[in-house]
């Protein structure tokens, strides 16, 4: 199973930050399976940021729940990120990762990796 992020490098103070997962050599539907965003800050920990479910069901860190919306597109396999109202603090490399767990910052914890997609938030 492979995975692979793609949406845009720069994005501008208080616009909507989108992130697409593209996964291949697998089904997001598996069951069991759930789909992660996990980002890391400059010179910081790995930060979980949430979750789909095989099933369609979601889940959010709290901290960023309120600027958060995980979706996905079973037809294409792929599943997106959506992080708004962002600012210069959300600048990271954001990851999608999969594994038959979530909510962990630990990368054991994944089965699944995307290399990683860096996003910084700039005017």
């Known amino acids: 199973v492979q995975l692979q992020e793609s949406g845009p490098g720069l994005v501008k103070p208080s616009q909507t930050l989108s992130l697409t997962c593209t996964v291949s050599?697998?089904?997001?539907?598996?069951?069991?399976?759930?789909w992660s965003w996990i980002r890391q800050p400059p010179g910081k920990e790995l930060e979980w940021m949430g979750a789909i479910a095989y099933s369609g069901s979601t889940a959010y860190s709290p901290s960023l729940k309120s600027r958060t919306s995980i979706s996905r597109d079973t037809s294409k396999n792929q599943f997106i990120l959506q992080l708004s109202s962002v600012t210069p603090e959300d600048t990271a490399v954001y990851y999608c990762?999969?594994?038959?767990?979530?909510?962990?910052?630990?990368?054991?914890?994944?089965?699944?990796w995307g290399q990683g997609t860096q996003v910084t938030v700039s005017s």
């Open positions: 050599g697998g089904s997001i539907t598996t069951n069991y399976y759930y």
């Open positions: 990762a999969g594994g038959r767990s979530y909510g962990s910052r630990r990368a054991d914890e994944y089965d699944y």
